[in-house]
């Protein structure tokens, strides 16, 4: 058995491909469209596992968009994305300054957590030991639900 995806259905490809792509830093490796179905499929890898993702040698993030509106409740109904990051606080940083609202901020060094454009929770884990608690994550409160 392997790991293949997750898939996500979102209701704005642009704005979660903005997120996803140019804000979180995950790379589109795949396109599916279906005129028939009428719907496009967005696969997304992590950095680190684009070579290996473009030969299905690693899991990615599905982002399913539905042509025609739908509305999707209940955003953490499936749990949660997971990411393991260089620098936690970096990209909390980043995606701080890019207007992204960190929901629980990575005060112990090791773990943090965002929403996606569609409400979707994605935990950002530190790589290896955590980082030194750090200002101003150590005393930033959360956010919302995470």
């Given amino acids: ?7 996500v259905r979102v209701t704005d490809l642009n704005n979660s491909l903005d997120f996803y792509c140019k804000k979180f830093g995950l ?3 795949r396109r599916v469209e279906s005129e028939q179905g009428r719907f496009t499929l967005v696969f997304l890898s992590a ?4 070579e290996a993702a473009k030969e299905h040698k690693a899991p990615l993030v599905e982002l399913t968009y539905n042509w025609d509106p739908e509305t999707y409740t209940g955003g953490r109904n499936f749990g949660h994305l997971a990411y393991e990051v260089d620098d936690i606080y970096a990209l909390c940083d980043r995606l701080m300054k890019a207007g992204v609202t960190i929901n629980r901020p990575p005060r ?6 965002v929403r996606s454009p569609d409400n979707v929770s994605i935990e950002i884990l530190q790589k290896g030991d955590a980082l ?8 930033m409160q959360n956010t919302g639900a995470w």
Avoid: I
Avoid at 108 to 113: L, P
Avoid at 132 to 139: F, I, N, V
């Fill in 27 to 29: 790379v589109e490796v």
């Fill in 1 to 7: 058995m392997r790991y293949l995806h997750t898939m």
């Fill in 132 to 139: 030194p608690p750090a200002e101003p994550w150590k005393s």
């Fill in 47 to 50: 950095p680190e596992d684009v």
């Fill in 108 to 113: 112990d060094g090791k773990m943090a957590f």
